[in-house]
């Protein structure tokens, strides 16, 4: 497998659009006909010198990623609210064809310490024969960040989202759909995030077993929106929601 796209920037520099590209920032376009495949990184945020953070550009990012192990990563960049990458009908998928092999989970979308991600109208799959959760992949892992995740597709995955402790800002998950995954969303001591219009279709990946949740609310958390959700339990092995050690929260369901 092969290394991918780097793109360089710096995580202190201005990600603003206006007047062009900014010097500081690399950038990359992915367009709806361009595929990326078999790759340990598609796409690979990080600093000019390889160090600590990231701040290039991926804009716009449509196309498919294909059997890869991470197809993008976002290191950290936190100097600014407006984060400038926006991936926009992408694909992500996998079947066996896949080259990693088991020793890392696959993961489409790896964020760490960075502004307001936003994923909107992607489709991620894990059409692989593949079934130990723990070997499943993880579709967006957002690790304090804040991620903004609506209208999009997660199938067949162990963890469809999964949000971390966000340091700056929260995160929403909205208007998504979720089907025959072995857990939906996760997140944990995450307050003022919006889960809301998504539907959840509950049961382990085909041709599996075990039991699948829809969403699990841990850690402190407050002042959340968990409205206007519909689960659908396709097992008698599925859970809709675990709600574990939040403290007092002002949610509405």
Not at 209 to 223: D, F, K, P, R, Y
Request: hydrophobic share 35%; with cysteine.
């Amino acid at each position: 497998m092969w290394e991918g796209i780097i793109v360089e920037g710096t995580p202190f520099g201005s990600q603003s659009t206006a007047g062009g590209i900014n010097a500081q920032q690399g950038w990359v376009s992915l367009y709806s006909g361009g595929v990326i495949e078999h790759a340990k990184v598609g796409i690979r945020l990080e600093t000019q010198d390889g160090g600590y953070g990231g701040g290039g550009i991926l804009n716009p990012c449509r196309g498919a990623f294909i059997n890869c192990t991470t197809s993008i990563r976002f290191g950290a960049y936190v100097s600014s609210a407006q984060n400038s990458s926006n991936i926009n009908g992408a694909q992500f998928y996998l079947d066996d064809s896949y080259r990693g092999g088991s020793d890392l989970r696959p993961i489409f979308v790896d964020a760490w310490f960075v502004t307001n991600p936003r994923v909107r109208a992607c489709w991620f799959k894990d059409d692989r024969s593949v079934c130990d959760p723990a070997d499943k992949a993880l579709g967006i892992d957002s690790k304090a960040a804040s991620i903004i995740a609506i209208s999009n597709g997660f199938h067949n995955l162990s963890k469809a989202i999964v949000v971390d402790q966000p340091l700056i800002g929260s995160f929403q998950a909205n208007t998504n759909g979720f089907t025959r995954c072995f857990s939906g969303i996760e997140s944990n001591k995450v307050s003022n995030f919006s889960i809301r219009d998504n539907s959840f279709q509950i049961a382990a990946p085909p041709n599996c077993s075990g039991e699948s949740v829809g969403v699990t609310l841990s850690g402190n958390s407050a002042g959340f929106s968990f409205t206007k959700n519909t689960f659908t339990g396709l097992d008698n092995e599925a859970v809709g929601t675990v709600v574990r050690a939040t403290g007092t929260a002002n949610k509405s369901s």
